[in-house]
C-alpha cells in the first residue's frame, strides 16, 4: 500500500501541534478540563460546569461536553443512586494528561497578561492547589 503525500493528508494528520489544536482549540474546552479538574471530587455535573462557565450558553456547553466525549477526554457517567438520577462528567486519562497545559497557560498569562493579575488574592482552584504543594 502507497503512503499518502502531504498533499492527500489532513493538517491535523502530518502535524501534531495541529490535531492538538483541532482536539483542544475550540471554545471552552480547556477551560472543561480546567473546571473538572480542580473540582473537589473531579467529577461536574452540567449545572455545576454552566455556574462555572457563566458565559457559556447551555446549547454550546452540551455540544462541547458531547464532543470532548466523543474524543475521549471526558466520560459522562450516571449515578443511579440518586433521586432523581444525575449525570456527572469526569475525564479520561487523555483528558487529565492536558492539564499540564493549562499550568503553561496560567504562566504564559501572568508573563505577557495585560494588567497585573493578584493570583494570591483571588480564590482560583489553580492557584490554590499551587500553594498546597508548592
Not at 22 to 36: A, D, F, P, Q, S
Not at 42 to 70: I, P, Y
Not at 78 to 107: F, Q, W
Request: hydrophobic share 30%.
Amino acid at each position: 500500500m502507497k503512503a499518502k503525500t502531504r498533499k492527500e493528508l489532513k493538517p491535523e494528520e502530518f502535524c501534531p501541534i495541529r490535531h492538538t489544536l483541532k482536539v483542544l482549540g475550540k471554545r471552552w474546552t480547556i477551560l472543561i478540563i480546567k473546571e473538572i479538574y480542580y473540582s473537589r471530587w473531579r467529577r461536574l455535573g452540567f449545572m455545576d460546569l454552566k455556574k462555572r462557565l457563566v458565559n457559556a450558553s447551555a446549547k454550546v456547553l452540551s455540544e462541547r461536553l458531547k464532543e470532548m466525549a466523543s474524543e475521549s477526554l471526558i466520560k459522562r457517567r450516571v449515578d443511579s443512586e440518586e433521586n432523581p438520577p444525575r449525570v456527572y462528567y469526569t475525564l479520561t486519562d487523555k483528558g487529565r494528561d492536558a492539564c499540564h497545559i493549562i499550568e503553561d497557560l496560567k504562566k504564559y498569562g501572568l508573563k505577557w497578561g495585560k494588567g497585573s493579575f493578584n493570583c494570591e488574592h483571588v480564590d482560583c482552584e489553580l492557584c490554590e492547589k499551587n500553594k498546597q504543594t508548592g
